[in-house]
């Protein structure tokens, strides 16, 4: 199921680049300092390698989904685009000074995606990873997380941390910041369309989940035209000794 759920996203490439939050600049800066030579792995679509191209560093994005890959290409044209896994990354040795995971660390087949990670980075180069979630600790949207579990995954259980741990990283630091992303209910349905819980869940299942979101957003104060939804950036990073 695992896989099955890494592999959900492409078939929803043009709505997840659509409706999926983009990051923080300030959770970026603290991730890659004064890095300019940068490596998006498992880029997606570019949510991420769009603000990395916003501050001005040069990005190569490596992403092993054709669809999400195309959508990326798509949207960002000049970005050097690759096929690749983070298992087996198609640079060479020492040719980036850091390397970004936006919401696909946990994807990864460890170790050896660390030995790779840290195999294509320079000698003080950082690797980090981010994570955009739903800020449950606001009460309607604890509600919205609990109301959209599902038989295959319950995004009321907040994410575990990811530590990147490997003999050529030093200890990693975490930090989080908050965020936010403006929605109306049918543009909040299409985000909850792209996470992989409801997308691989059985098609009833699936629709009754959203039915679910929409009646429940529908109801609320704030939601009669444009609403915030709260978010929280997690981001870690780790410097290559």
């Not at 492409?10 to 300092?33: C, L, M, S």
């Not at 919205?144 to 003999?167: F, N």
Request: aromatic share 6%; net charge negative.
């Amino acid at each position: 199921m695992r896989a099955t759920r890494a592999g959900s996203f492409g078939a929803n490439a043009a709505t997840y680049a659509e409706h999926r939050p983009d990051y923080p600049a300030e959770a970026v800066e603290w991730v890659i300092g004064d890095r300019t030579r940068v490596l998006d792995l498992g880029a997606g679509t570019g949510k991420l390698t769009e603000r990395l191209l916003d501050l001005g560093v040069d990005v190569t994005a490596v992403e092993p989904d054709p669809q999400m890959r195309a959508e990326l290409t798509r949207r960002l044209p000049d970005v050097p685009t690759m096929d690749g896994r983070a298992e087996r990354i198609p640079l060479r040795d020492a040719s980036v000074d850091a390397v970004v995971a936006g919401q696909s660390f946990h994807w990864f087949n460890n170790p050896e995606a660390l030995a790779e990670i840290t195999r294509v980075l320079r000698p003080g180069g950082v690797f980090g990873a981010l994570w955009i979630a739903d800020d449950d600790r606001v009460p309607w949207v604890r509600t919205l997380v609990e109301l959209t579990a599902s038989s295959v995954g319950d995004p009321a259980r907040r994410r575990e941390r990811h530590v990147p741990e490997h003999d050529l990283l030093g200890d990693a630091e975490a930090k989080d910041f908050k965020h936010q992303q403006v929605r109306t209910v049918d543009s909040m349905v299409e985000s909850l369309r792209t996470y992989s819980h409801i997308a691989v869940a059985p098609e009833a299942e699936r629709a009754e989940i959203l039915a679910r979101a929409r009646e429940y957003l529908s109801g609320l104060p704030d939601s009669r035209g444009v609403f915030v939804r709260p978010l929280i950036c997690e981001a870690i990073r780790a410097i290559r000794i």
